[in-house]
């Protein structure tokens, strides 16, 4: 069955910080496959990859790399779906995955968030919000998420008092 | 009529750098509303709009800030809708709205463009691409105006041949 | 009975770094409460903290907050006391939380320290310098703790000589 | 008569940038005094400024500089006062004045406010919570000037209905 | 007849400053084709020049982007021929497209050079000591340049005395 | 025998990065000699080395060096032959030695790699590609192990099915 | 009996780094004195020091400060001597006390070494230098810890081959 | 016959800077050669100029450079004086010169002066404080200068009052 979600990684070392992504879908019941592709190593598969994601169903991408990270920009230019770029940066204190994940040109949007595991779970938050505009179901457990997590800080807060 | 997407800013010093964002929506026949909403000096506006907005019949927001940018990060915390933040960055190499937009805690994310105009307008660009998820219509207009750009390349391309 | 110096910050991650705030104040003899308040997760119940504080008696707000830092923001956007913010940054070299804490717009100011521990200690005594303007026995205690590091400087001089 | 406020710059080529400061205060009616004191050039000057600056009526001390940005720093290790430190920066992006103006170790604070202009207005700003702790006029004054901002805001909104 | 070197840049605007390389690749005789090609724009055509690259008689590429700078890091990814990467940064300090070139992934090298011209001119100084390696008639050229090189800056250096 | 890379080095304690260049040569059976020079502390010996680095048999040089890394621009600017720069950087983010050694004035390339040991490793790939512009036998070995690394990726790809 | 080079630092924290510094300095025969002096601590006592550093025989003055640190130059705008700086940061990679150390005014230099340790070692080695332009057996005894520099590089050089 | 101080610079393009240092100097009555030397460029002459420095009389260098600025640490590593070093930088914020000439690695000191004009003539004011440590005459003009730029902040002060 297809999965809605593509999570892509440049390497598979970059797993432990990019299934927090798939953690976070799976708590929101949002379906997802993970692949390892790699803008420079691997090109034709990630180019396949992005040529066909939305035939095999996907609703969007997210992708995660460090250093001069263009598995989201690559995606993005392919592909007409909306791709999320995680940076998973660590030399130069994680400037240069960031820099080369956000800042790509006019008509060819990467929608970046935070640097490193941060980063990699609100990937998912912002598929589920985009996910949720049609469909009803996963909106009301988003909703529900979102209090929890309020709940969480309000008892945080109550816990020190 | 309701619009679909809902443009903020925070000062009309930024208006010449966001309404590229209606500009790109507008050529893909996205309909959109433009409010300038200060995170700190009208914060009782700012957050009647994100708590209205999916009300209203917003699809989503894209926010443009610059400094200590938050407008974004408050229509993230506020709304359940998905949020694109654009950094209008002058002061410090454009370090401070960059970082100050993508840099969002788990569970409230914000879709970060680049910064200056080319994020206005990647924002613009990102919102079609998420509401082409259930617009077929809009999707066939995306599909085109992206093989336009292809085409404005290959045109440039020959242009110097 | 109403405390003087609200501290708020964003995380209960923060309170190990934050808490060294509090101690300075317990020295100087301040009285302080202490709240987890989330920008972002939990934006009323930061913003009634807010609203409130003045007439719950507290004089001024130190805010703690890391990455995309919105809390102070939002602290000196709603109240009209002294916020006083503190960069709680490890990522991007702390670069995130000082960028987005200082660089407030005009009619909107944030106090800010230095980053991390440094900066909690000196949120405090910067809260000490601002009291002890209309309490001359705090003011009596202040210069008594400066002619203590002082002492405690020259103490160190002597040590290695 | 005794002045509330003292302004003081490392340079006269600051004064374009730092008058910003005086004209806030006097539009919050906060009267102020105006030196150029260099902590390399006069030190001598600059540390008399700071010592005597309580007695000769001063409640706090505004210190803008830029570069190696030691005024503020100079001015809170002599005075007991409030300090509230502007970067004046230019070179190296700003990054050099921010640096040498926020980052003061733990005892002698210096209330950093945005890079140039801006901050310069902040730092007025600050001055003007801070004396409408115990000035119940000025806390008017200050009250209505944010209903201004916060109108002037609204005005510019409606502006682009 | 086949062309040595490729000059590709990602956008026509790029060209004021690419065209640098080609000058001096004109002054060593070293013969070039230039080629606008984005590698998010027209991603086919980008991959398709760099699979047939050394087909068609190309020795190594050149490539200048700005931003996200991708396009030598594809082109490193596709050919195996030696890639120059030149970060025609303008944004951010120009640290966006330096990072974005200079941090590829280990197998995958882009010989990155300075941003901006003086970068554009030395992708093809590179070259030509590249080049040099197997002809001798290029070397004895380069060789000429370089004592050119040397005398105009002892000319310089004589006309100051 | 002569040597086909010169592998130079600031200073022992390079070692355990720069050697990852030496395996990557020997796995793609190109012969390297290695040396320790410093630009500042044996100027003479580096100079010497450059000087008669072509006559020797080098066919380029790899040169790697931390903080003020001057020991790649001294290289290319005594010999003819490419020089490829390795930033090991670890101060200042490791800023430092990327912009000492790529920022290279016109005339005098340094290829730049990764900051350490991932770019020492692209050090001996970027040689590996031009050596191989007129080396079929070591062309045919570079063709296979990027074949072998792109399998590898495909690996992991399967290994998380 | 007086001393040659002082060695000021503002916290006893400093000592690990900059007892280097007086290493290098007992190799080389040069006599020093140490002192914790604050700028912002202990200002008057650091200004005594440097008042009457001339008079008490000292020729330079090396001061190692972190953060924001003012201590080089306030030595500088005091005392007529020589000042050396050594930026101790750790915060923000260590941007903060190298910009707050380099960037003076013109007419109050600091002559900037390295950040840490490596910085602390140059400031006597620099001390070196300069005693040495009038002390013909500290000349003799620097040229010859050059040449054991070069010495040790040749060895190392050696060791590997 | 022999000057005292040397300034030397990578470019004819830097001159318009570095004239600055040779006014300092020329107003304190040092006298002063100036040359165009470049470390890359031609690096046989700017080493025979540091071999000679010091027996023709040469007391102590200046050397201003750009980029990856290593014409100071040439200086330092070949040549026994004092080097001062000044970055000239433009490109990426000024960090790169800034960086490539004070992270010089123990044993090989170059004191880093400001960026740009600033610095150039910091780097007139710290030969002058060196070279008056063993002449009466300079010293005594060195404290008029320093007394007059006293004066000139103490007038500019009562300007405007």
Redesign the interface.
């Known amino acids: 069955m297809s999965k809605t979600v593509g999570i892509v990684m ?3 070392s970059d ?1 432990p910080v990019m299934e927090a992504a798939g953690q976070v879908l799976d708590e929101l019941g949002v379906s997802w496959e ?10 034709e ?1 990630a ?1 396949e990859f992005a040529v066909t994601a939305r035939d095999r169903g996907l ?2 991408i997210i992708a995660g790399a ?5 598995l989201a ?2 995606m ?3 592909s ?5 770029g995680v940076p998973l940066g660590a ?26 595991k ?1 980063g990699a ?3 998912a ?2 598929a589920v ?2 996910l ?3 469909d009803e179901d996963l ?1 009301q457990r ?2 529900a ?2 209090a929890a ?2 709940a ?3 008892e ?2 109550a ?2 008092q």
């Open positions: 440049g390497s598979k797993l993970m692949r390892i592709l790699s803008a420079h190593r691997t090109p598969q180019h609703k969007l460090g250093m001069a990270a263009h920009g690559v993005a230019g392919v007409e779906l909306p791709v999320i030399s130069l204190g994680g400037f240069d995955s960031l820099l080369a994940t956000v800042q790509m040109p006019p008509g060819v949007p990467v929608a970046t968030v935070a640097v490193g941060a779970k609100n990937a938050w912002m919000r985009i949720a505009l049609s909106r988003h909703l998420a979102r997590m309020t969480k800080v309000l945080a807060d816990s020190i």
